[in-house]
């Protein structure tokens, strides 16, 4: 599917969430599942963590119910856990972390799937740079306990949710870090592991949307 076929369909099912949710009131009071990401513990395993925040101004374009923005640190590695938490309330159904990166001067140098350590699970990872910088990203789509790594797929997923009168929260999340002097592989599997950490979290402490 073309990319503006691809942006049609997705305006399309969010018409149609919207329209549905209007008529089955049932439907929308179940929508929310009490996600509470300020329950992610803010230590996990070595890394210890600070609070972050988004501006109004970010908050307002992103339309989500809910985020989280951390910087965890283990020795001199410094890694940020960015959480958004979506429902059909929240007027988006999603975001794309490749375009909020793009709108701030990033540019994507390559994009694969990699596998999760310790799951079953892929998560898609970037190198990206912008002048001189380079950090590597590693991120996905989740609801409840199904990791997507497509937006496509997780409006869909959404959609057919919303239609079932089943919960329509889910999440995207990424994990960055700044690849300074190292390998960009070898940040890439840090992040892999940190990744873990959070992914199992967020599943120990119900955040996987799954109410």
């Known amino acids: 599917m073309g990319e503006g ?3 049609f369909a997705i305006l399309l099912a969010f018409l149609g969430v919207s329209i549905f949710l209007v008529y089955r009131p049932s439907a929308a009071a ?3 599942g009490g996600v509470a990401l300020g329950n992610l513990p803010l230590t996990l395993d070595k ?3 600070k609070e972050g925040r988004l501006s109004d101004e ?3 374009t992103l339309g989500a119910k809910d985020y989280l923005v951390r910087e965890y640190q283990s020795g001199k590695t410094k890694v940020t856990l960015y959480i958004t938490y979506f429902d059909t309330g929240s007027g988006s159904l999603t975001h794309n972390p490749e375009k909020c990166y793009t709108a701030s001067g990033w540019t994507f140098l390559n994009k694969k799937t990699a596998q999760i350590p310790g799951t079953n699970w892929l998560a898609l990872q970037s190198t ?3 002048g001189e910088d380079r950090q590597v990203v590693v991120y996905w789509y989740q609801i409840r306990d199904r990791i997507l790594l ?3 797929r997780q409006v869909w997923s959404v959609v057919w949710r919303a239609l079932a009168a089943k919960s329509t ?5 990424s994990v960055s870090t700044q690849v300074g002097s190292a390998d960009p592989e070898t940040k890439g599997q840090e992040l892999l592991q940190f990744g ?3 992914m199992n979290a967020l599943m120990e402490k119900g955040l996987d949307a799954q109410h």
């Open 169 to 173: 929260d889910s999440l995207v999340v």
């Open 58 to 60: 970010v908050l307002a």
């Open 47 to 49: 890394w210890t963590s």
């Open 150 to 152: 497509s937006k496509t």
């Open 30 to 32: 179940s929508g929310h």
């Open 5 to 7: 076929n691809a942006k």
């Open 128 to 130: 990206l740079a912008r």
């Open 196 to 198: 873990a950490l959070a």
